[in-house]
């Protein structure tokens, strides 16, 4: 629930950096317009009030889907606007402490061999720049911008969506991404994958962290 309510105070805060506050101005003046149309009997008065009615509505739609895919209770796919499912799925998979005392592993992201950070506090799964250019992946354009939380600080960014990031026995598809370009060359999977295994922990006596997915599948390998 913190990182919900974490995630909505984000993307209101970052509406003033992205294009749909231009178009929610351009609906609230011309509301008012044709509210004024109205009281003077203006032609096209009402089309005018409702169809900026109709617009601030979309603009709080696309605010409740982008952040509905938060959180896997809520998730929304919608693939007609580039919105795919998010699944996990695969076996149970083992991630050895690195040295740096954190958990480092190979991936492939959309086929492209990366290394990320597991960091369970960070709300979404991050990409840098360089990473997404590899792999193809575009931010969505239309949505918001938002800003993520990591063991860093927080940093800003822009959403995407993935085919496929394949490591040990897990295979995710359709998840949301951000693409932080002051990430460096870091990534990190973040609470969006985590929670939608069925657990993740750390076992202290092996220094692994343990992740199972639901509905285990075949082992996946990676070369």
Known sequence: M???????TGAFAAIPRSDLLMVALIAVMAGILGSLMVKR???????VRG???????????TVIVQLSRFDPRIDVA?????????????????????????????AELNGVPANFLVDTGATLTAISQKT??????????????????????????RLGSIEELRFGNVAARGLDVVIAPTLGETNVIGMN??????SYRVDNQTN?????????QEPLEIE
Not at 41 to 47: A, E, R, S
Not at 51 to 61: D, E, F, R, Y
Not at 81 to 99: H, M
């Open 193 to 198: 994958l985590l929670s939608r295994l069925a």
């Open 2 to 8: 913190d990182n919900l309510i974490a995630n909505v």
């Open 132 to 157: 997404a250019d590899r792999a193809g992946v575009e931010p969505r354009t239309g949505g918001l911008p938002i800003t993520i939380g990591t063991a860093n600080g927080p940093v800003e960014a």
């Open 41 to 47: 009997g203006v032609l096209f008065g009402k089309f």
């Open 78 to 106: 919608v693939p007609q606007l580039g919105l795919p499912e998010q699944v996990v799925e695969g076996g149970v998979t083992r991630i050895p402490l690195s040295r740096d005392g954190h958990f480092w592993l190979r």
């Open 51 to 61: 169809a900026s009615t109709l617009v601030l509505v979309g603009i709080l739609v």
């Open 208 to 216: 692994e962290m343990i992740l199972e997915p639901n509905n285990p």
